[in-house]
Every structure is written in structure tokens, then in C-alpha cells.
């Protein structure tokens, strides 16, 4: 029988990982998140590197948002697909989000 620890050891470190929250003010909050902007890199890693911890250079940058049953129905009328058609909807708001940022760009 093999040994479970050796199965996915990676995996079994990030596991022990804590998330940490910090209560700091908004304005030291929106420094860091600038700065993070700047450096292109995550909150996160920017706390890291603030902190002096290693930090991973991004595999592929990614903006994440959590979307309920009814906020994919919303999208879905908004585009006209099929609410069930979650991929579908992905793209459309991934061009509507594209789009946005175009036009702040003035393009």
C-alpha cells in the first residue's frame, strides 16, 4: 500500500496554509493594492513581498469574482443565453469586461 503522505506533497503543505486577515486602515489598504497594481501582482503577493516572503511569479493572472444561481439567471437575460450555459456566460461577461476597460482607456 503506498504511503499517503507521499501522494500529492505539494499539495499537503499548501493544505496546512492559514489564511490570514488583517485590520488595517483603508488608506494603508488602498496603498497596497496600488501597489500591487504597479507590480502587477496579487493583494496578496503584494503583502508577501511587503512582509518579505517569497513570492510566486503569477502563472496566469486571472481576476475572480463569485457568482450565485440568480447572478448567472441576471447574465444570462442580460445576454440572452441559456442560464445552465455557464461557460457561454463566462465569455460574454470576460468581453463585457474587456470592453469596459477599453473604454476607460479611451480606445
Known amino acids: ?3 499517503k503522505k507521499q501522494l500529492w506533497p505539494e499539495e499537503r503543505k499548501a493544505i496546512k ?3 490570514v486577515a488583517f485590520d488595517i486602515s483603508s488608506e494603508a489598504q488602498k496603498q ?3 501597489a500591487a497594481l504597479d507590480e502587477d501582482r496579487t493583494p496578496s ?3 508577501r513581498a511587503i512582509l518579505g516572503l517569497p513570492v510566486k511569479k503569477p502563472v496566469r493572472p486571472r ?3 463569485s ?3 440568480r447572478d448567472y ?5 442580460e445576454y440572452g443565453l441559456d442560464p445552465d450555459d455557464k461557460l457561454a456566460i463566462k465569455e460574454k461577461a470576460a468581453e463585457a469586461l474587456i470592453e469596459w476597460a477599453k473604454e476607460q482607456q479611451g480606445e
Open 1 to 3: 500500500m503506498v504511503d
Open 17 to 19: 496554509a492559514t489564511q
Open 45 to 47: 503577493d503584494q503583502m
Open 67 to 69: 457568482l450565485s444561481l
Open 63 to 65: 481576476l475572480t469574482i
Open 73 to 77: 439567471e441576471l447574465l444570462a437575460d
Open 32 to 34: 497596497i493594492k496600488q
